[in-house]
């Protein structure tokens, strides 16, 4: 089992940049491909963006290919979420997840096995 705890959410005025970062507890971390979601009031939670095991695959949402960034340190136990020219409707809670996985290419937009508590992120306008 792993624990995850999201950082580095904040409000952003609209065309700026945040980092969020993803710390995981144990010792496995890099067995789990790795994904960040989000979810706005009253909308589903969508995915945003996947790493594999080793770093070297990222799948995103299409709708934000070229904004958003998404990496992993493997020996800090953490993935982040680069996020540039941010917009107003980005704003909402944002998650990441882990899913074990036996390949080290490996990405997955689902289902994921355990979440963090979420950080928010609001964008004004």
């Known amino acids: 089992q792993v624990q995850l705890v999201e950082s580095g959410g904040g409000l952003v005025q609209d065309g700026g940049s945040l980092r969020l970062s993803c710390t995981a507890s144990g010792r496995t971390f890099s067995t789990y491909a790795m994904g960040w979601f989000r979810q706005a009031p009253g909308k589903e939670r969508e995915f945003v963006a996947a790493?594999?095991?080793?770093?070297?695959?990222?799948d995103y949402a299409d709708s934000l290919k070229g904004r958003f960034t998404i990496s992993r340190d493997n020996p800090k136990n953490t993935v982040y979420l680069q996020m540039n020219s941010l917009k107003p409707e980005d704003t909402a809670l944002y998650y990441c997840?882990?899913?074990?996985?036996?390949?080290?290419?490996?990405?997955?937009?689902?289902?994921?096995?355990?979440w963090g508590q979420g950080t928010q992120v609001t964008v004004s306008s």
């Open positions: 997840a882990a899913k074990p996985v036996t390949g080290s290419s490996t990405t997955a937009r689902r289902p994921y096995d355990y």
């Open positions: 790493v594999s095991r080793s770093g070297g695959n990222t």
